[in-house]
C-alpha cells in the first residue's frame, strides 16, 4: 500500500513520528482533565452550548487541567463570519474562560493551529498512515452515482451508506485506481472499515453508563475532494494531538460513537473518556419535547442577555441542571464561590434535563437580592445602556442616586426580592424619575373626600425632621382623625365596624408618591426622593382630586 500513498500523498514529507514530537504529551498533575469545545462556527450560541461549556469547564478546572476551544470549521458552507469571535464573547460573558485554544485576536496555545482548516497537512500524514496500513481508499464515485446507489437502498429498504457490495472502489484494482488518478478524477479518501453491523460490543459513557453498541460498516469519508477532512477525522487526529483526556458532547453523537472508536483504534490511539450530554427539553402540553431553535427563543444565550438575567442566575441554574445536589451545597454554602463545588460529571442526568422558566426566575431573585447595590446599579446600568438606552442614560446620570434606591431593603437575612430580570426594573423602580410616574389611581371604595383629607394633613402636618417613627406617628394620627383604626387586630376582629385602617391612610401616601399600590418602605423612599419632590407629588395628587 506503500506505493498507492505516495501515490494519493507525494506532498506529505512529515511523519506521525514527528507529530508525536511537536506535540508531547502535557505536563499535567495525576488526573487533570484535558477538555476542549470544538463547536461549528455556524453563528448560533444556544443553551446546549453553555450546558456543554460549563461541564467541560468544571471538569477541566475542578482537577487542575486544562479547557481549550478548537473550532470545526470544515465545513465552509455552513461558516458565519464572525461566528467564531460571537461564540467566544458569549460563552466568556458567562464565567467559561479558555485556558488555550481559539481567540479573537489569534490562537493561544502549543497545541495549535486551533481551527481545523488551517490543520490539513496534519490530516494528510494520518491520511497516508492509514493508506500505507490498508484502513484507507481512494473513491471515485461521482455524486450520480452515489445518489442512485442510495434511491436502490431506499427502494429495497436497506441501511443507506457505502458498505458491502455498495463499496464500489474498496476493493479495485491498483491499475484502475492509477488510471483515475491519471485522467484527473476528483476523490475522496474512504475509511476501510472492519466492521460487522451483526455484531455488536459494550462501551462506558462517564454519563450514559454502560451501552450496547452496533458495529460500523460503512466506510465513511475521511478526506473530501479538497482534501479537507470531515469532522470524525479531524476530531480523532486532534483530539490525540491536542492530548484530550475527555470528550464532552451531546449524545446526537452517539450514532457516530462506533466509526470513532474504529478511527481511533486505526490510527493507534488512546481512547478519551467520552461524557454524552442528554438534550436540554421542555414541557409541551403534558409531553417533553427537545428545545427548539425555530419554536423557542430561549435557546438562545442572546434571549437572557435581552432578557437581562445576571450572568450569576443563569449560572446557577445550569449548576443546578447538571449536578441534582448543588442546590442542597449552595444552601450549606450561600456566600460560596460556585468552583468549590465539587462538580462531578457522573450526576449529569443520564436522559437529559427539563428546562424550567419559573425556576430559573427564581434562581435570578434570589441572586439579585444578594448583590450589593452597587452592583445592582452597574449591571442594571450596563444592561439598560443597550437595550433601553433612554433609561440607561437616566441610570448613568447620577449612580449614586440609583445605589440608593436599590440600598432600599437590601441585605439583612429577608432581603426584598423584587426583580428577577433588569427588565423588571423600570416597573419597580421607575416612579423615582418622574418621567416614567403613573398618574395616581385611588381604591374606588373610599371616597375621594377621604383621600383628599389625608392628603391635605399629611401635608399639613409633616415635618422633614421626623425619623422614621414620628414620621409614622403621625400617619397614625390622620388615621383616628378620619375615623379610621391603627388597631389591625380589632379591624381582623371585625371589619365592618370601621371605614379603614392605618394601612389604607398609608396606602393612599403610597399612590399618590410613588404612582402604585407596592413600593418599597414609603418613609425610605421618601428620603431617597427628597421631601420637597415628595411632597410635590402629593400635591399634584391632591390637585387631580379636587
Request: overall charge neutral; some cysteine; glycine content about 6%.
Amino acid at each position: 500500500m506503500e506505493t498507492l500513498s505516495q501515490l494519493l500523498f507525494p506532498q506529505v514529507t512529515m511523519t506521525p513520528e514527528d507529530l508525536e514530537a511537536k506535540y508531547p504529551p502535557r505536563n499535567l498533575p495525576e488526573g487533570a482533565v484535558v477538555t476542549r469545545m470544538a463547536p461549528s462556527p455556524t453563528g448560533f450560541v444556544h443553551l446546549g452550548n453553555l450546558v456543554q461549556g460549563l461541564t467541560a469547564e468544571r471538569m477541566a478546572h475542578r482537577t487542575g487541567g486544562v479547557l481549550f476551544l478548537r473550532v470545526e470549521d470544515t465545513d465552509a458552507k455552513r461558516e458565519v463570519p464572525g461566528a467564531v469571535e460571537v461564540l467566544i464573547e458569549s460563552l466568556k460573558h458567562y464565567g467559561i474562560a479558555f485556558d488555550e485554544g481559539a481567540a479573537v485576536n489569534g490562537d493561544r496555545g502549543d497545541y495549535g493551529p486551533y481551527r481545523q482548516r488551517q490543520r490539513a497537512e496534519i490530516y494528510h500524514v494520518y491520511a497516508k498512515l492509514l493508506v500505507e496500513k490498508g484502513m484507507a481508499y481512494p473513491c471515485f464515485c461521482t455524486e450520480e452515482e452515489l445518489s442512485a446507489m442510495r434511491e436502490r437502498q431506499e427502494a429495497n429498504k436497506e441501511t443507506t451508506g457505502y458498505y458491502g457490495h455498495y463499496a464500489l472502489w474498496r476493493d479495485r484494482p491498483m491499475e484502475d485506481v492509477k488510471a483515475a488518478l491519471a485522467a484527473g478524477k476528483p476523490w475522496v479518501l474512504r475509511f476501510r472499515s472492519p466492521g460487522d453491523s451483526s455484531r455488536q460490543f459494550k462501551f462506558n459513557d462517564l454519563v450514559k453508563g454502560t451501552l450496547t453498541v452496533t458495529e460500523n460498516d460503512v466506510d465513511h469519508v475521511l478526506l473530501k475532494a479538497d482534501g479537507i477532512p470531515t469532522y470524525h477525522f479531524a476530531h480523532a487526529v486532534d483530539d490525540h494531538l491536542m492530548r484530550t483526556t475527555h470528550v464532552v458532547r451531546g449524545d446526537e453523537w452517539l450514532p457516530s460513537l462506533p466509526f470513532h472508536i474504529q478511527l481511533f483504534q486505526a490510527l493507534g490511539f488512546k481512547l478519551p473518556k467520552y461524557v454524552h450530554i442528554g438534550p436540554l427539553m421542555k414541557m409541551d402540553g403534558a409531553s417533553k419535547r427537545k428545545l427548539s431553535k425555530r419554536k423557542d427563543p430561549e435557546l438562545a444565550l442572546t434571549y437572557y442577555q435581552a432578557e437581562g438575567f445576571p450572568v450569576e442566575a443563569v449560572y446557577e441554574y445550569i449548576m443546578t441542571l447538571l449536578n441534582s445536589n448543588y442546590e442542597d451545597w449552595r444552601r450549606a454554602n450561600p456566600v460560596a464561590d460556585a468552583a468549590d463545588f465539587p462538580f462531578s460529571a457522573k450526576k449529569l442526568n443520564p436522559a437529559g434535563n427539563l428546562f424550567d422558566y419559573a425556576k430559573l426566575t427564581d434562581v435570578s431573585k434570589n441572586e439579585i437580592a444578594k448583590m450589593p447595590a452597587q452592583k445592582v446599579c452597574a449591571l442594571l446600568t450596563q444592561w439598560a445602556q443597550q437595550y433601553d438606552p433612554a433609561f440607561g442614560a437616566k441610570l448613568a446620570a447620577d449612580p449614586a442616586y440609583v445605589e440608593a434606591i436599590f440600598a432600599i431593603g437590601r441585605g439583612g437575612k429577608k432581603p426584598r426580592k423584587d426583580l428577577a430580570t433588569w427588565k423588571d426594573a423600570k416597573e419597580y423602580m421607575g416612579f423615582f424619575y418622574d418621567e416614567y410616574l403613573a398618574a395616581p389611581e385611588f381604591d374606588p371604595k373610599f371616597p375621594r373626600e377621604t383621600v383628599a383629607k389625608v392628603l391635605a394633613r399629611y401635608l399639613e402636618t409633616g415635618d422633614p425632621a421626623d425619623d422614621a417613627a414620628a414620621w409614622f406617628d403621625r400617619i397614625k394620627a390622620i388615621t383616628e382623625e378620619i375615623g379610621f383604626t391603627t388597631d389591625m387586630r380589632a379591624y381582623k376582629a371585625d371589619p365592618e365596624a370601621f371605614p379603614g385602617t392605618v394601612a389604607d391612610v398609608s396606602g393612599f401616601l403610597r399612590v399618590a408618591i410613588t404612582g402604585k399600590t407596592n413600593s418599597p418602605d414609603l418613609y425610605t423612599v421618601i428620603r431617597v426622593l427628597g421631601w420637597d419632590r415628595a411632597n410635590g407629588r402629593v400635591r399634584a395628587a391632591l390637585e387631580r382630586l379636587k
